[in-house]
């Protein structure tokens, strides 16, 4: 799990997944770059097809949902125990994780093929996201797809309303350069898109903050130069 998250419910049931031991499982990587990043692969910006008057209304919205998003189709509530299957005619983007939080059976002979891969792949260098892009080339037919609320990508929250719901998130992840200790949260409504998901990174610190400062005190002084000031 990326150190970028936070555990929002009880996910211990991911111990128990039923998971052949040469496979992986993770939830999808998100392919609709709202940033619209020059470095990300370009087809993720493939859009659904429109008629032109919506294309007008559109040019005029900050971004538009890729259909090659395997998260375009999903919808509350069966989005939480049914994400998209990948099959033969599934676009390339459907075969991509998100390596924030994955579930392996780990062994001796699973990293060696990791390392084998990295050192011998000619696809290496192609890769946008080198961790992600290799775990997802390594284990191409090998990978069972997560439920997004195990990896909820906060760009989800604002890009994909229709799966999203802030009680049904098991572990957060704080994806982006712009993170929540990046910044001190203030007053409500002054946040931006993020400003719900912010917060509760800030209140979980208090918590730590709470137990630390009596009992690691000089942890906490490491933790607390770590974030933005006061």
């Known amino acids: 799990m990326d150190s970028d ?26 392919a609709c770059n709202p940033r619209k990043l020059p470095h990300y692969p370009k087809d993720w910006w493939v859009a659904f097809s429109l008629s032109p008057r919506c294309c007008v209304f559109l040019m005029y919205t900050p971004y538009r949902v890729p259909e090659n998003c ?3 189709p999903l919808v509350h509530p069966t989005a939480i125990g049914r994400p998209t299957d990948i099959t033969p005619q599934s676009p390339r983007p459907h075969n991509l994780l998100n390596s924030g939080l994955v ?3 780990p062994s001796i ?10 050192h011998t792949s000619p696809l290496v260098p192609t890769f946008s996201f080198p961790d992600q892009d290799l775990l997802a080339a390594l284990f191409h037919g090998r990978w069972k797809p997560l439920p997004w609320v195990y990896n909820a990508l906060k760009t989800l929250r604002v890009i994909h309303k229709p799966l999203w719901r802030d009680e049904e998130i098991r572990c957060l992840h704080y994806i982006l350069h712009d993170k929540p200790w990046h910044a001190r949260v ?6 931006g898109d993020y400003e719900d998901c912010n917060r509760w990174w800030w209140d979980y610190l208090a ?4 137990e ?3 009992d690691d ?13 006061l």
Do not use: F
């Open 5 to 30: 998250m936070i555990v929002r419910r009880n996910m211990d049931e991911l111990m128990e997944l039923d998971l052949p031991a040469d496979w992986i499982a993770a939830a999808h990587a998100c």
């Open 70 to 72: 395997a998260y375009t």
């Open 103 to 105: 579930v392996i059976n």
């Open 109 to 118: 002979g699973l990293a060696q093929s990791v390392y084998n891969y990295l």
């Open 186 to 191: 203030g007053e409500p409504g002054t946040g």
């Open 207 to 210: 918590e730590l903050e709470a």
């Open 212 to 214: 630390m400062k009596n």
């Open 217 to 229: 005190p000089e942890g906490w002084k490491l933790v607390d130069a770590n974030v933005a000031p």
